[in-house]
């Protein structure tokens, strides 16, 4: 048996442009699915093989009973979010998940100097992730033939060439010289620091807690930081780097476009925009295809072979779209920490040249040239979660004491019970990346409509209207969307908001297919390799 191991770190999303064509043409890939029986939903997810021309949707199709001479082999995905590491094992012949396991990261920091600074210690991460594999089954780990990644999109990562781990301590790597984790939640890069950056050559309009524009700040404020060190990359671009011994580091389109300055239609860094402004070019990684190899491992990594041929490195959010994704005329949706909403854009769509910082669209390169119209918001579950968590500090000040996770529980059924509410919210509080300025309101309050069941159910319907007014049921409909494939922690454990999601978006909802990077990026490098 041989098996395959992938890895993906989680982040948000972002970037902003103009939406484009209302209409969309079914590319030739999806020929085949439209003839097949609708029935077959529940069945195994298997792909064809597709040209370089072709989107990478999988198609569903029922798997037959295989001879037991087949040998299985197995891929590993490693899902790697802003707070746990999650692994998978998934059959390749059933594409079912034969064994997982889930870690917190625990690797927030504090910030300094009253800065909006969010960063995540480097150590604490690859802790997680090394003992997140090492849990996995030691014989399938031993008998792998690839390893893929994905992750973190936005947040940067600066190390030494040639020394940005040690290997000393046996069949695993720990952090050398590197920098800690500056994630896509970092704010330290104001609308005033922003709007004194050079015009990009990209049609992502760059935001606060992207990679190039974190550089920029570091350049000019901190300019003696970015002396010791040679290589930046994403978190998920440091761990190739480590496995491979790159004296350098590659970076794919997915993940080059979320850190700004890139432009996706020639697939290059805006080399002289950025020179003519001071920026550190030699930190910029080298970029490479989305699905392709970017080396092989240098040593033994928990019982995998020396020699095993890496992925570059993918971006989460393509990879838990990917994961979930069965037809064109879907939408998927995923309400975790935060929220995005996404379809595919037709074959042969091209962006616009330029950015719209205004919409609330932003067009995120997927794979073979195609791309997905994405409405990200920051506000997510993490708005119930901070509710829970205000909550939680009232009673303890008024010396009561109730856990989060009970609160929660009864917040939801008090809002079960309450099926409407007059109560308008608009839980923007942390803003959107085209709006920042956008923040939380609460209006329509009355004597008949403070109860803890008409707040909460008014907070959940604010996130999905929010949603809702940045990607519109008619602009889906309108792409020809017919169905949302509904994913995500909160979705899955908020009944309230999944009623807000029915009545928010007049389409056919399906749940219980979650997105998940790891999966994802399994299937995509198995498709590939």
């Keep these: ?181 500056i994630t896509w939640q970092d704010g330290r890069c104001s ?96 970029c490479v295809p989305s699905g392709g190899l970017a080396g092989k491992t240098r040593s033994i990594w928990h019982g995998i072979p020396a020699g095993t041929p890496v992925g570059a490195a993918l971006g989460d959010f393509q990879c838990s779209v990917y994961s979930c994704m069965s037809a064109p005329t879907d939408a998927v949706l995923n309400i975790s920490t935060s929220a995005q909403l996404t379809f595919a854009m037709p074959a042969g769509f091209t962006p616009p040249d330029s950015p719209d910082p205004t919409s609330s669209i932003s067009y995120f390169p997927y794979f073979d040239s195609s791309y997905l119209a994405v409405a990200a918001s920051l506000n997510g579950g993490n708005v119930l979660a901070t509710f829970v968590g205000m909550l939680t500090s009232w009673m303890r000040e008024l010396g009561a004491d109730l856990t989060e996770s009970s609160l929660y529980e009864k917040l939801i059924d008090l809002a ?32 008949s409509n403070l109860s803890l069941g008409h707040v909460t159910r008014a907070l959940c319907r604010g996130v999905l209207s929010n949603l809702a007014s940045m990607m519109p049921a008619e602009l889906l409909g309108n792409a020809g969307v017919s169905r949302i494939v509904g994913s995500g922690s909160a979705l899955e454990r908020n009944q309230v908001f999944r009623q807000e999601v029915e009545r928010a978006f007049p389409f056919q909802v399906m749940y219980g297919k979650n997105a998940d990077s790891a999966v994802g990026v399994a299937m995509v490098l198995s498709d590939r390799l």
């Design 416 to 447: 079960l019970n309450q099926e409407s509410s007059d109560l308008r919210m608009i839980p923007t509080i942390l803003g959107e990346r085209h709006d920042p300025g956008s923040l939380g309101q609460v209006t329509h309050i009355s004597t």
């Design 191 to 286: 609308s005033e620091f922003l709007r004194s950056l050079p015009k990009p050559d990209s049609h992502i309009n760059t935001a606060t807690g992207f990679g190039c524009a974190t550089l920029f700040w570091l350049m000019r404020n901190r300019p003696e930081f970015l002396e010791d060190f040679t290589v930046a990359g994403t978190i998920q671009d440091y761990v190739v780097s480590m496995l491979c011994g790159l004296d350098g580091c590659v970076m794919t389109p997915q993940n080059a476009a979320s850190w700004g300055f890139f432009n996706t239609s020639t697939n290059q860094w805006n080399e002289s925009i950025l020179k003519a402004a001071g920026f550190p070019l030699h930190l910029l990684p080298q």
């Design 1 to 181: 048996m041989c098996f395959s191991v992938f890895i993906s770190f989680r982040c948000g999303a972002g970037g902003v442009a103009p939406i484009g064509p209302t209409t969309r043409r079914e590319p030739s890939f999806w020929a085949s699915f439209s003839k097949q029986n609708h029935t077959q939903m529940s069945d195994f997810l298997v792909f064809r093989e597709r040209s370089s021309v072709e989107p990478a949707f999988p198609v569903i199709q029922r798997v037959g009973a295989q001879s037991s001479a087949v040998m299985t082999n197995f891929l590993l995905g490693l899902d790697v979010g802003t707070t746990s590491v999650k692994a998978v094992l998934l059959a390749t012949d059933s594409r079912t998940v034969s064994a997982s396991h889930a870690l917190p990261t625990a690797a927030d920091l504090s910030p300094d100097g009253g800065m909006k600074a969010k960063e995540q210690d480097t150590g604490r991460i690859i802790d997680a992730v090394n003992r997140c594999v090492g849990e996995l089954p030691a014989d399938k780990l031993r008998r792998l033939r690839g390893i893929g990644l994905s992750g973190q999109m936005h947040g940067v990562l600066l190390w030494r060439a040639k020394s940005g781990c040690d290997w000393s301590s046996g069949d695993s790597f720990t952090p050398r010289d590197a920098s800690q984790l």
